[in-house]
DNA sequence: GCCATTACGCTACGACCCGTAGCGAAAGGC
DNA sequence: GCCTTTCGCTACGGGTCGTAGCGTAATGGC
């Protein structure tokens, strides 16, 4: 229990900063040479400068260093005001397309939230650091819109929740599985079909 | 090249199928009580009661085992003719959803969809056995709907296909971002969302 | 019935990776 | 200067992989 919860009793020699992100860097860059399967502790020790030993003080297992790798990635991801939710909603679905489409990123992800399935702590790390900094998108763009009046006030928080729980599912599972399953790129031309197909289904909710 | 594309040249001792099928039988088990990444090939070989080495001979590795051992899961999806397009959506996403929450399938699905980016036969045994047998239960939907009236009948191919490709990304996406990563369960209340926001989609796309 | 062919079970093996222990040295706080 | 923690390094037992080699079993062709 002797945690850095709080930062606890800050004696002794502190980690190096350097070698915390030459880890990190060492493994995205494992990521893109070997991919998610032939990735070793000891590879990545080996090009991050630095001992195995560092490695196994840090992260318990190879699944939560893989995370931590990939999760700044995702701090790219930026909703800026465009005027309009179709532009917004567009406009970070590309983003998400374009990170996805990454090598590290294809190759990881998915591993990483498979193992997620059978490892609690794996999951609410990979929710910390990776799903709530998307979903947060998803609220700042709904709400967003409603101050535009784009869309309708509800007055039901439970069911502003659900929505905002499906949308999320629905854009970001379509990305996934457009760029994973089908393997087909996430173009223009897919973004907008998927933007019509959204606000199509959002505005006709609205009004029913 | 003595392939058996062609059930070439059928000498000498044919194989076992009880081994085939209690092989598969065995990779599930194994799958459920220990999931993906504990899964070995001599645990499903002791549990099978066959030799390790039979296993190699029919299974280049422990991906293509595995895809194999869960496709035939996906042979259980159906698509009734409910009457309406909502109804028929509705059932065949409560069908994917309850196959997503199996244990075997939530943990082995993600897990060879993310080796396959870097394994192109991989990729493609996914798609035959697993990804084109959802897909034509799209199609067959789609159509039915149109046969009824619900959809327009569009009259560029190109754009039906890009249609049906975006609504396969959606639905399937949807559902597995519902299951695996917000691990949430995909109950009829969200079936519901999901399906009204569909539709909306669509028909709002048609009068467009 | 015999032979060629293929699959089977079994054992053993080298190669690899995991995760840990133990060491002396280094770098901070007090 | 002492204490504490991290560092790099080496070594290790345990486990898994995928293959090779063997003798045996089961089938089709002749």
New interface residues.
């Given amino acids: 229990m002797c945690s850095r919860t709080r930062s606890r009793t800050r004696t002794g020699r502190p980690r190096s900063a350097e070698a915390g992100t030459a880890i990190l860097e060492a493994t995205r860059a494992v990521l893109v040479e070997l991919?998610?399967?032939k990735l070793t502790m000891g590879d990545v020790a080996t090009r991050a400068g630095v001992a195995k030993t560092t490695l196994y003080r840090r992260w318990a297992n190879k699944n939560e260093l893989v995370v931590d790798a990939v999760a700044v990635l995702f701090d790219e991801l930026e909703l800026p005001d465009l005027g309009s939710l179709q532009a917004d909603i567009e406009n970070v679905v590309l983003q998400f397309g374009a990170l996805l489409e990454r090598?590290e990123t294809?190759?990881?992800?998915?591993?990483v939230?498979?193992?997620s399935?059978?490892d609690e702590p794996l999951?609410e790390r990979i929710r910390a650091s990776i799903?709530d900094r998307q979903k947060r998108l998803v609220l700042e763009g709904r709400q967003r819109a409603q101050d535009r009046g784009e869309l309708p006030q509800k007055r039901d928080p439970e069911t502003v929740a659900?929505?905002d729980?499906?949308i999320?599912?629905?854009v970001?599972?379509?990305?996934?599985?457009?760029a994973?399953?089908?393997?087909?790129p996430v173009d223009e031309?897919?973004v907008r079909?998927?933007t019509?197909?959204?606000?199509?289904?959002?505005?006709?909710?609205a009004e029913?």
Same sequence: chains 1, 2.
Avoid at 106 to 111: D, R, V
């Fill in positions: 991919g998610w399967s090598p294809k190759t990881a992800l998915m591993a939230v498979a193992e399935t059978r999951r799903v659900a929505i729980d499906l999320f599912d629905v970001a599972g379509a990305v996934v599985h457009r994973l399953v089908s393997a087909e031309a897919w079909r998927l019509a197909l959204l606000l199509g289904g959002l505005t006709a909710a029913q």
